[in-house]
């Protein structure tokens, strides 16, 4: 029998501390890159986890050696009850975090220090208004500009992420990284990656390769550092000599992190994906309602990992566009 508090370890030995939940599938933007044109099928409101159900599997999960707990959505704080929410996954011995695209965070201040939430990532795609309002389909920058000046005067950790898109927002790499400059930021840039309905091809990638060219042409290379990163990471982070913040690539098109992966989602409706990419998910969400265990489940969908995204280990498989038909998209998933 297993013992309790068990860390939940897969078929390759990685083990799983590290839950992501996903509080709504609804948002207040509409980024290209994350959202069809023509919206997503919401699941109803009856098939989305409740508060106490939200509570109920974090605290399985936290009883499997669950650490950390980031909440993300769709855009987590647009849900009514978001700030009862972290209250209560609070009282649980994890680290506690959230990723937002910033529009309305400056309501939650007082709820992120109760709660001792100081990770925030912030999405942030470009550093000109109107390219921002293409990308994301509304009017918000100057609001998630202030309000990231604001979390960081704070005191906040934050991590600015930034999808780059060839041709629409590669230009304003450095322009980025100068903002580390004066502030203890890191940006992070994320490899535009491929899900059902976002018209992904390998054409629109900004690859780790391309940006740290643009890297290289810009800084001299005695003050330009590559940077150690923590066991798990997923981004491989680099540094400008003298700067208050760093920066970060995430590359999961060209240099996946599959291997030290301790990551397994939780969407909105209570399914469970071992994979960002993975095309199967688990239904906990019933079980639990039917007064189940989810206990198995569980550990049978960890079980499950396939080593690297979900089976497509080669960067051919990955971009058979077939292998992501069936991958939800993004705002469905919880980044
Ligand atoms: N609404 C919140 C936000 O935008 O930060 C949280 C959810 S969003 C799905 C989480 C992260 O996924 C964001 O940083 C977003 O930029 C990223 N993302 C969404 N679609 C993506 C894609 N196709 N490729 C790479 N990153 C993507
Ligand atoms: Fe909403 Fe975040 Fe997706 Fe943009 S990336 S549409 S902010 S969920």
Known sequence: MKKENSILTDSFGREHNYLRISLTERCNLRCTYCMPADGIALSPKSHIMTYEEIYAIAKEFVAKGVTKIRLTGGEPLVRKDAASIMEKLATLPVELAITTNGVIVDKFMETFKKCGIK?????????????????????????????????????????????????????????????????????????????????????????????????????????????DGKPNDTAKNYGIKGYKGTFAVIGSVTNPFCDSCNRIRLTANGQLKNCLFSTSESDLLTPLRNGKSIASIIEKTVGSKQKIRNGMDTIEKFKNSDAHGKNRSMIAIGG
């Open 119 to 227: 990770a925030i990532n912030i999405s942030l795609d470009s550093l000109d208004a109107i390219k921002n309002k293409t990308i994301t389909r509304r009017d918000y920058f100057t609001k998630v500009y202030d309000n990231i000046e604001m979390l960081a005067k704070e005191g906040f950790q934050i991590k600015v992420n930034c999808v780059l898109i060839k041709g629409f927002n590669d230009d304003e790499i450095i322009d980025f990284i100068e903002l580390t400059k004066e502030r203890p930021l890191q940006i992070r840039f994320i490899e535009f990656m491929p899900f059902d309905g976002n018209k992904w091809n390998m054409d629109k990638l900004v690859s780790l390769e391309d940006i740290l060219k643009q890297v290289y042409a810009h800084y001299d290379a005695s003050s330009f550092v590559r940077l």
